[in-house]
């Protein structure tokens, strides 16, 4: 054995989750290298400090190292298709990334959420919902703690978790006890060719999974179905779905199995889309057998997650909610869509920023329905101005501070300003939660 090396992993990309990866592998004695196209990638400092020896080639990924692994791990934001990946892959290397780590040692169920829009929220509110039904869960994945940080915790009752399209691309071992694809919509047109392929890409999770949880009002959502032992819907729109919004005497009730478990005004969170993310989580609870009656003290209690939806201030009669969160064109729909059956106006809307390619049109509708005006920030304001309708006021702003001073401005009693942008944030800000910050502040400091 003299002279010989332990196999070589090499982590492509670094960043939180690469330095997750870095930290398993040295807890476990692995032999392991470091690629990234970045200089100085986010997280370099802390792995010096897991392995001061560790060797990294930097600047770009080197397909001279790749070629040298025995298996490479991928952080989700590099793209298979990159060159030196395809290379080591044609020579045999075997690529994975962080998830399919994970799910290999993982010895407790996994409750796996993915979608377009409402997964962290699914998310968060499923583990909630366990805790509070006295079942210990913990949380990660693409929300929160990195998959592989949970391993060295206690063993859970669950881990639940968030996984995007990227990473499932990579994973090839996950049965998911629950698993849910929440809604597609365009995103990522960066990376993927066409909706299909980013469609394809998210129902991966389904695959030997015991119980999916589809969306009956998205027949995206029910690609390979038949990959799940067993498969429950949720609606919005059919109420005999087996978990659905249904009206009662005037009301609209949440329901499971026919059976009317809680008022939809009886929710913290706000709007239909929510009521969708409920019926998910309370899906993927009883899939996991919870039942429903342990989970409506969780349901009351749930505030939601930060930058998504939240309600900062009323003033004047005005309510002013922060989602800077919806960074595509399906979580504005959502957001607009949700909030129209709670606002006795019309939404005055604040939109804009780097739309990464999306189809803005799908907006136009909804717009004339139920916007009276919508004020335009950042980069692809322009876009955005040409898909609004006519009945609709457009004005545009040169920075947050002034979009908000014309929305406050425009808006009326019995209305609501809705930060909701359909676009990523980092034309103007640090990120969608520095610009949801801003915004906050700025409502707060409204006269």
Known sequence: MSGTHPPLNVIVGLGKTGVAVARYLQARGERFAVTDSRVQPPGLDELKTINPQVHCLLGDISAELCSKAARIILSPGIALSHPALHQARAAGVEIIGDIELFVREARSPI??????????TVTALTAHLLNHAHKRALIGGNFGTPALDLLSEAKPDFYVLELSSFQLETTHSLSAAAAAVLNISEDHMDRYADITAYA??????????????????DR??????ERAKHRVAFSLLDENADYALVRINGKHWLSAHQEPFISQTAL?????HNAANVLAAVALCEAVGVS???LRDGLRSFQGLPHRCVLVREREGVRYFNDSKATNVGSALAAINGLSNVVAGKIVLIAGGDAKGQDLSPLTTVLRQHVSAMILIGKDANRLAAISPEPVTTLHADSLHQAVALASAHAQAGDVVLLSPACASLDMFKDYADRGDQFTRLVEALP
């Open 268 to 272: 913290p969170l706000q709007g239909d």
């Open 292 to 294: 429903v009656e342990k």
């Open 111 to 120: 409750v796996a959420i993915t979608g377009s829009n409402g997964k962290s």
């Open 200 to 217: 394809e890409a998210k129902a991966r999770i389904y695959h030997r999974a015991k119980v999916a949880v589809f969306n009956a009002d």
């Open 220 to 225: 995206e959502t029910q690609r390979e179905l």
